[in-house]
């Protein structure tokens, strides 16, 4: 029984050597109207004509234009001029030539947040899960000065302080009178202190009469003591 064998081409059909397809004339008429509208180079139909004769997939499409530009930008930022003639060079050569210049270096990822890594690893660590942060307030950094009272017109400061210190010291020979002197003793005579304290402040200021009534003051009574707890407890 006669069987026909077909020859088969060195190579094909194997994984490296694929089968060629054959493109018909209906084909070829419709890529050469497609090169002839896009307006190929001489160079780019060349290749997809030699890949329709052999039966290959067509190039894919490249940028001529794109390319060069971005092979002329690398070239002028890492180009090193090499010497025409191989012999010894001066340092001022070297450096002219650009072997001595670098690349800058541009971070491309932002910095990382070093106080928030501590967080979250702080947190990790004693809750096993990170914890958002609690909303603060703006920061207040200068807090505005109270500015002191206004001291209206016709008021005399230092007759004021006189004025309220003998007040107290009179409040304090009533309660004397009435044996609750030991009560009222140590606050009374906390806010005499401090009154003098202001008028020794103020005095510069200060007329004569109102010193003299100072002095007396500040002998008539003893300094002012501790309050003591006890007579707080019996109170």
Request: aromatic share 6%.
């Amino acid at each position: 029984m006669d069987r026909k064998y077909q020859k088969v081409g060195l190579g094909v059909g194997a994984i490296h050597n694929p089968p060629r397809a054959k493109y018909s004339e209906d084909t070829r008429n419709l890529i050469k109207l497609l090169m002839e509208e896009s307006k190929l180079t001489m160079l780019q139909r060349k290749t997809i004509q030699e890949a329709v004769d052999k039966g290959e997939s067509l190039p894919p499409s490249i940028d001529r234009k794109k390319t060069k530009d971005a092979d002329n930008k690398t070239s002028e930022h890492y180009c090193v001029k090499a010497p025409s003639a191989w012999r010894r060079r001066s340092q001022d050569t070297i450096i002219s030539s650009g072997a001595y210049e670098r690349e800058q270096f541009r971070r491309t990822a932002p910095l990382p947040n070093k106080d928030k890594q501590k967080r979250h690893l702080a947190c990790m660590m004693a809750f096993g899960k990170d914890i958002p942060e609690t909303p603060h307030g703006p920061k207040i950094l200068h807090r505005a000065r109270r500015e002191p009272p206004a001291i209206p017109e016709g008021v005399d400061p230092l007759n004021e302080l006189v004025e309220a210190i003998q007040e107290r010291m009179d409040f304090l020979n009533d309660m004397e009178s009435l044996g609750m002197e030991k009560k009222y003793q140590p606050i009374i005579q906390q806010e005499i202190a401090q009154k003098i304290r202001l008028l020794e402040l103020m005095d510069k200021q200060m007329p004569e009469e109102t010193r003299k009534k100072i002095a007396g003051f500040k002998y008539k009574k003893p300094p002012p003591k501790p309050f003591p707890m006890e007579d707080l407890d019996e109170s």
